[in-house]
């Protein structure tokens, strides 16, 4: 039996026993699933330094370390090897909210949403409202992006806005353009899925935690959480939303602990300790 | 220009959303001839995007992104994922320039956390028309061999939406593919694989990394890189993105349409074993060369009537012709390349001839994909002037070597030492190729090449045994030994070193041999500025621009200093980030000789904006 289906065969024996342990709503997205700061490049000149060329190209996906880029525990992002007269680009002009939506980033239980931004005209429209029922979770938005169909520009401009309703077991996305919902898609949840919101993924780890802690695992204060979309073995999509959690001592560790969670009935459809 | 915000949803969580361009405000990014917008789609998950990307005002890309990047693992036993970059919690974009090699890059990228998989993506985009779209891996979701398979859309507008052809290398020629298809990338010979627009002639070649895209010597094994794919597909609306499960080919079959809008897919392959650890990075990549047709009129390095003829031989280090090899061919103008006049290839003798006007010219010699010329590039600049009537039979160039495991370096012995003028001073930037030696003491298989640091020293670490080491001297120069090349041989023990392979270039003395290049960089107002960087670089008399050697920043007062040995040089002021120059570029290039030892050039200014 491949881990799938035996995923699915134990889904009802373990999922009642962590169904309390859900989140509360209105809570900033977690830690644990954010990703390590990055660490601010340097390139270090080594000019005189021969370059070496007998490296082991059996794993030739793994970067020469001597080759263009710098190698395993220097800089991440890697940076390109020998480089000098580094001057970092200034994206900072480019990172300024817009209108559409406001933001209150040191009050995050405060929803400040523009009253006549996309998100807004979405949850009042009918027609969106009838595909996403009552129980659903904003994936993603962007703003301004061509709408049509073409390559050219000739099509509206609008924004685009990404859920998946727990309610109707489906993606739901949103064209809203001239302050109306100009289109509305959905795709069953077996059919496409978009990767995990941070609330999603904050929800699956924490289920994941009170699972471990309801099984008196001692490691689990020591770890942390990191979750993805799982999907079929087969490559499609599951039945409904699922997400595989990882528990590592730190972010650059094996996983010791890993949990699958159904983000539709917040339950616990499998775990193992990695042995 | 790109816009990113974050966004609070009404629904009761904050959340981390990104916003996309804004179509009707965008503002080209420009670096060198290169054009492009940012993206980072809220809704297409398709990673770092560059829409509308031009070099020097022709299309290349509609737009370049990358869907997704699917992993699977071994009997199942975990995943597979679809990896979608540029969801709610990815960080950047961020980006850099920088010189290597003497090029100029600028790279864009942005780094995404998905489960405990670090992902970066990161465009780097050349001075030369070079294009690299790049992806960086860590991490270990689960304790299990797996691979990861990133796939690149690039929907190629080359000159244009129309008339945009692949071609895929064969033992004869190129075969045209005019219909959508699917192929390993070895489907091509010697990986090589090319579009062109078949009006214009501008052509757009595709290597795919090795891992040592700038380095020679090294190939990856077949049986690997047939895990590329590489997919030919008509443009689809429909198909912008990636809309389904997890698949080892593209999601879009190919339909045998004929395609009139091409759209290329490219996926790579990353495999990662767990005992190689999480903090392991991995990575692979594209790497294309935009090279424009001319205007074909020849202007810019005419000069006289009459013909004259440019040619000789491309040969491996062994001194066996290669044959096939491209050679572009290009008027001169202001010292650099200037319209394109044709290309030619290497004879099965590896022999090549241009038949032209008289007049001054460069030539640009494209190594076979996967292959580089000694010094490490893929492309190889000649300049040469010649009179009616005149044969130049003298433009030849040799590629690095055959590549394979085994010797060279990595090992427990080291050879080094220095390269100094005849006055006893190191000269910084000279290249030295470090070759292991044949039974004969002949040179055999290239193994790699260091340069110069400022006070000369060279250093190779090597396994034992014996190598041939040359020395090339910069453009104009010559070793006391005679020649521009100076060839030794040396034999090291396991564990020993040999620190006395030196060479002595001609000249220098008295002083140093050195003079001084310098001056100010101002803005239009009178005041100095600081922090400004210069790149120094050899050049030859016609002020063609050489092997980099060095660069400096300016000081508190706007001054800047180099003191090289005489010869011609290149100075290249770079404005920082959003500044220009007078003029309006970014860039000041500027010739400069000082051929007595102990002279100075304190002119060589520039003016900021």
């Known amino acids: 039996m491949d881990r799938t289906s035996r995923l699915w065969g134990r889904r009802a024996l373990v999922g009642s026993l962590v169904m309390a342990a859900v989140i509360s709503l209105g809570v900033l997205v977690a830690s644990a699933t954010q990703p390590a700061p990055l660490e601010v490049a340097s390139a270090v000149p080594a000019s005189g330094t021969g370059n070496e060329h007998d490296h082991d190209h059996d794993h030739a996906s793994i970067l020469d370390h001597d080759g263009r880029f710098s190698g395993p525990g220097d800089v991440w992002p890697p940076e390109p090897r020998d480089a000098t007269g580094v001057q970092p680009l200034d994206f900072s002009d480019e990172e300024a909210p817009t209108d559409a939506v406001l933001v209150a980033p040191d009050q995050p239980d405060e929803v400040l949403v523009d009253d006549a931004g996309p998100l807004a005209i979405a949850e009042t429209s009918d027609w969106v409202l009838a595909e996403l029922g009552d129980d659903y979770n904003l994936i993603s938005a962007s703003d301004n992006e061509l709408l049509g169909d073409g390559k050219d520009d000739s099509g509206p401009v609008g924004a685009k806005l990404v859920f998946f309703s727990i309610a109707r077991n489906q993606t739901v996305e949103v064209a809203v353009s001239g302050g109306a919902v100009i289109s509305v898609d959905v795709a069953a949840a077996s059919v496409q899925q978009p990767p995990l919101s941070e609330k999603e993924k904050y929800t699956a780890v924490e289920i994941a935690r009170a699972h471990w802690a309801a099984v008196g695992d001692e490691r689990l204060p020591l770890l942390d959480g990191y979750a993805i979309l799982d999907i079929e073995a087969d490559g499609s999509y599951h039945e409904s939303r699922v997400a595989y959690v990882s528990f590592h001592p730190d972010p650059e560790a094996r996983p010791e602990l890993l949990t699958w969670i159904d983000l539709t009935t917040n339950s616990v459809l499998d775990a193992e300790v990695d042995r | ?609």
């Open chain 2, 1 to 609: 220009m790109t816009r990113f915000m974050m966004l609070v949803a009404g629904i009761g969580l904050m959340l981390a959303v990104s916003v996309g361009t804004a179509p009707e405000e965008a503002e080209a990014e420009t670096f060198f001839g290169w054009s492009y917008d940012v993206e980072v789609s809220g809704s297409r998950f398709d990673g770092l995007a560059l829409n509308n990307v031009t070099y020097e005002g022709t299309k290349i890309f509609e737009r370049i992104s990358l869907p997704t990047m699917n992993v699977f693992y071994q009997n199942n036993a975990c995943g597979p994922y679809v990896d979608r970059l540029g969801g709610s919690s990815y960080t950047g974009p961020f980006g850099e320039e920088f010189t290597q090699n003497g090029v100029r890059w600028r790279s864009i990228g942005i780094t995404d956390q998905i489960g405990n998989y670090v992902i970066t993506m990161i465009y780097y985009l050349g001075e030369n028309g070079e294009f690299d779209a790049h992806m960086f891996s860590r991490g270990l979701q689960c304790n299990i061999w797996h691979e990861h398979l990133p796939f690149w859309r690039m929907d190629i507008d080359l000159a244009g939406q129309d008339n945009d052809q692949v071609l895929r290398a064969t033992g004869g020629g190129s075969q045209v593919e005019s219909r959508e298809f699917s192929l390993a990338a070895t489907a091509a010979q010697n990986h090589g694989w090319e579009v062109r627009d078949s009006v214009t002639g501008d052509r757009l070649t595709i290597a795919f990394d090795d891992g040592t895209f700038s380095l020679p010597g090294t190939v990856i094994p077949e049986t690997q890189y047939a895990q590329n794919m590489v997919y030919g597909r008509q443009y689809r609306s429909n198909e912008t993105t990636w809309q389904g499960g997890a698949t080892r080919n593209t999601l879009f079959g190919a339909n045998n349409e004929t395609i009139t809008d091409l759209v290329l897919w490219y996926s790579g392959y990353m495999p990662h074993a767990p005992e190689e650890g999480p903090d392991l990075w991995h990575s692979t990549g594209i790497r294309m060369q935009v090279e424009l047709a001319g205007d074909g009129d020849g202007d810019g390095g005419g000069g006289g009537g009459g013909q004259a003829t440019i040619g000789d031989r491309v040969t491996n280090a062994s001194g066996a012709g290669v044959s096939g090899v491209t050679i572009d061919l290009f008027a001169e103008a202001n010292g650099g390349r200037g319209a394109w006049l044709g290309d030619a290839r290497t004879n099965a003798n590896g022999t090549y001839s241009f038949n032209t006007a008289a007049g001054c010219y460069v030539l640009v010699f494209i190594a076979p994909s996967g292959q580089t010329w000694q010094g490490g590039s893929q492309y190889l600049q000649r300049s040469v002037c010649v009179n009616a009537g005149e044969t130049d039979n003298s433009v030849d160039v040799v590629l690095g070597g055959g590549g394979g495991s085994g010797g060279g370096g990595g090992g427990d012995a080291s050879i080094g030492d220095r390269v100094t003028d005849s006055g006893g001073s190191g000269v910084a930037g000279v290249v030295v190729d470090l070759f292991a030696a044949n039974g004969d003491g002949s040179r055999g298989r290239w193994v790699g090449d260091a340069a110069t640091d400022g006070g000369g020293r060279y250093g190779f670490d090597v396994d034992a045994g014996c190598y041939v080491l040359v020395f090339i001297a910069p453009q104009g120069r010559t070793f006391t030994t005679g020649g521009q090349y100076n060839q030794q041989f040396a034999c090291v023990a396991a564990g020993a070193t040999d620190n006395s392979v030196d060479a002595v270039l001609s000249g220098g003395g008295g002083g140093g041999g050195t003079v001084t290049i310098g001056d100010r960089v101002t803005r239009s107002g009178g005041g100095g500025v600081p922090g400004v960087t210069i790149d120094l670089f050899n050049a030859d008399g016609s002020g063609t621009r050489g092997t980099w050697l060095g660069d400096t920043t300016t000081n508190a007062s706007g001054n800047y200093q180099f003191q090289p040995p005489a010869g011609c040089y290149v100075v290249v002021f770079i404005a920082p980030s959003g500044q220009t120059f007078v003029g309006g570029s970014r860039w000041n290039q500027q010739f400069v000789c000082v051929n007595s030892a102990g002279g100075t050039n304190n002119s060589v200014d520039a003016v900021l904006t």
